[in-house]
């Protein structure tokens, strides 16, 4: 192999959003993936959301109580296993001192700089490649049973973001826009995002294959990386179960096992694990179905339609690397739907759902990584948590142009490891 090619490791959404980026530049690209195929990990069924207007990262005070009442639970939005609290513990408290009112808002605020240029980015491609994926356009809307919590979160996007194209809503307003929320009794109002949109990241990810395939770059499956080499201060080969391969340029595109690959060359990422989980249902058939997608504040829920389908998706769970699909957390979500969609949960096959999990790489700040590490030609671009795919189109753009040197479209200060 060329010494020339740049190695990406990861072929989920930041690792093929990086692949194209760079092929656009003129560079040879390589993408190692471990599973099967692309996009089977965090990429495959998330709540399949661009969500700019959720920018805040996950540390607000009010998600901290959260997961300091959910420990040891699994019928608790968010929660942690207290296996976990000794390797925690350290980013744990990085984690709260960033929840400090100034320097939330600034990091919400650098996030959503980069979800914006970022949205616009997947629709350049999605309208100069003409990719479909179930996309929508009509934003998505945040609900809430508390009238004090739904002025706040509305002034908070005012004041945060300078977003003109958030819009208060009250309860009539609420249902007008998605008659199938009549069912809520307590339901106060909400926040619609107009500039917000949804989709399948898993089949955007495939017509993303597609797109870096075709403009000549290659892209190797079940290729299980052992080690990244370093050789004076410089990446020098990727070591794989079945080859060594010659590098002086690498981007860990990861995920959460970002961390673990870093640490074998001596590079600490302060990111962990939050598992997810999601159930998708078939709606073919069914009349009058959800037409919007839906946060639910209380519950820390999203509900998404696509064509012929809806998903649940929401938790966030800090139990390291658990793939165990635990009968609670289906039990929750299913309640979940039920709590949100009573009709529309009556008239699906509950037998015939999906189940999912995956586990979102959280830093201890909620930014993403993105930049060169101090081993020289060896690149991240890791550490999104749950805005993956928000972030991946923008993201993949800044670390192209470090890589090859040039000058940022965007101030990527905010994202640098050495920030």
Same mark, same amino acid.
């Given at each position: 192999?060329?010494?020339?090619?740049?190695?990406?490791?990861?072929?989920?959404?930041?690792?093929?959003?990086?692949?194209?980026?760079?092929?656009?530049? =003129?560079?040879?690209?390589?993408?190692?993936?471990?599973?099967?195929?692309?996009?089977?990990? /965090?990429?495959?069924?998330?709540?399949? +959301?661009?969500?700019?207007?959720?920018?805040?990262?996950?540390?607000?005070?009010?998600?901290?109580?959260?997961?300091?009442?959910?420990?040891?639970?699994?019928?608790?939005?968010?929660?942690?296993?207290?296996?976990?609290?000794?390797?925690?513990?350290?980013?744990?408290?990085?984690?709260?001192?960033?929840?400090?009112?100034?320097?939330?808002?600034?990091?919400?605020?650098?996030?959503?700089?980069?979800?914006?240029?970022?949205?616009?980015?997947?629709?350049?491609?999605?309208?100069?490649?003409?990719?479909?994926?179930?996309?929508?356009?009509?934003?998505? +809307?945040?609900?809430?049973?508390?009238?004090?919590?739904?002025?706040?979160?509305?002034?908070?996007?005012?004041?945060?973001?300078?977003?003109?194209?958030?819009?208060?809503?009250?309860?009539?307003?609420?249902?007008?826009?998605?008659?199938?929320?009549?069912?809520?009794?307590?339901?106060?109002?909400?926040?619609?995002?107009?500039?917000?949109?949804?989709?399948?990241?898993?089949?955007?990810?495939?017509?993303?294959?597609?797109?870096?395939?075709?403009?000549?770059?290659?892209?190797?499956?079940?290729?299980?990386?052992?080690?990244?080499?370093?050789?004076?201060?410089?990446?020098?080969?990727?070591?794989?179960?079945?080859? $060594?391969?010659?590098?002086?340029?690498?981007?860990?595109?990861a995920g959460s096992w970002s961390?673990?690959?870093?640490?074998?060359?001596?590079?600490?990422?302060?990111?962990?694990?939050?598992?997810?989980?999601?159930?998708?249902?078939?709606?073919?058939?069914?009349?009058?179905?959800?037409?919007?997608?839906?946060?639910?504040?209380? $519950?820390?829920?999203?509900? /998404?339609?696509?064509?012929?389908?809806?998903?649940?998706? =929401?938790?966030?769970?800090?139990?390291?690397?658990?793939?165990?699909?635990?009968?609670?957390?289906?039990?929750?979500?299913?309640?979940?739907?039920?709590?949100?969609?009573?009709?529309?949960?009556?008239?699906?096959?509950?037998?015939? %759902?999906?189940?999912?999990?995956?586990?979102?790489p959280m830093s201890a700040d909620?930014?993403?990584?993105?930049?060169?590490?101090?081993?020289? %030609?060896?690149?991240?671009?890791?550490?999104?948590?749950?805005? =993956?795919?928000?972030?991946?189109?923008?993201?993949?753009?800044?670390?192209?142009?470090?890589?090859?040197?040039?000058?940022?479209?965007?101030?990527?200060?905010?994202?640098?490891?050495?920030?």
């Amino acid at each position: 192999m060329k010494e020339d090619q740049i190695i990406i490791i990861g072929g989920g959404l930041l690792g093929l959003a990086t692949a194209n980026a760079l092929l656009d530049r =003129g560079e040879k690209v390589l993408v190692l993936e471990r599973s099967e195929e692309t996009a089977l990990e /965090t990429s495959f069924a998330n709540a399949g +959301m661009l969500t700019p207007s959720q920018s805040a990262p996950w540390n607000s005070p009010p998600d901290i109580a959260r997961i300091l009442s959910g420990i040891g639970r699994k019928d608790s939005p968010m929660t942690l296993s207290v296996k976990q609290i000794p390797s925690l513990f350290f980013w744990g408290i990085k984690f709260m001192f960033y929840s400090r009112p100034q320097s939330f808002e600034r990091i919400s605020r650098e996030i959503f700089s980069l979800a914006n240029y970022s949205k616009l980015l997947t629709k350049n491609i999605r309208d100069s490649e003409n990719i479909r994926y179930d996309e929508s356009t009509k934003g998505t +809307m945040k609900i809430f049973r508390d009238s004090e919590r739904l002025q706040q979160s509305f002034d908070f996007s005012k004041r945060i973001y300078g977003d003109s194209t958030t819009k208060l809503l009250n309860r009539e307003e609420v249902i007008d826009l998605e008659p199938q929320l009549k069912e809520i009794k307590d339901l106060e109002g909400g926040l619609h995002y107009r500039s917000d949109e949804t989709g399948d990241a898993y089949k955007f990810c495939k017509a993303l294959e597609d797109i870096v395939r075709r403009k000549g770059g290659r892209i190797l499956v079940k290729t299980n990386i052992k080690k990244i080499h370093v050789n004076k201060g410089k990446v020098n080969s990727i070591v794989t179960e079945r080859a $060594v391969l010659r590098a002086r340029r690498v981007i860990v595109c990861a995920g959460s096992w970002s961390k673990d690959l870093l640490n074998d060359s001596g590079i600490r990422i302060p990111i962990r694990p939050v598992k997810g989980y999601s159930l998708t249902y078939d709606t073919s058939g069914i009349n009058d179905k959800p037409k919007i997608s839906i946060i639910d504040e209380g $519950v820390h829920i999203a509900i /998404t339609p696509f064509d012929n389908r809806i998903r649940v998706a =929401g938790t966030a769970e800090f139990v390291g690397f658990d793939e165990e699909i635990h009968p609670k957390r289906i039990k929750y979500l299913n309640a979940m739907l039920k709590l949100i969609y009573p009709d529309l949960y009556s008239k699906i096959d509950l037998d015939e %759902g999906e189940v999912w999990q995956g586990f979102r790489p959280m830093s201890a700040d909620g930014l993403p990584f993105i930049g060169e590490t101090r081993v020289k %030609g060896l690149f991240v671009n890791t550490g999104h948590g749950q805005l =993956g795919w928000t972030l991946a189109m923008g993201s993949a753009d800044l670390i192209a142009d470090h890589v090859i040197g040039v000058e940022t479209q965007i101030d990527s200060k905010p994202y640098l490891m050495n920030r």
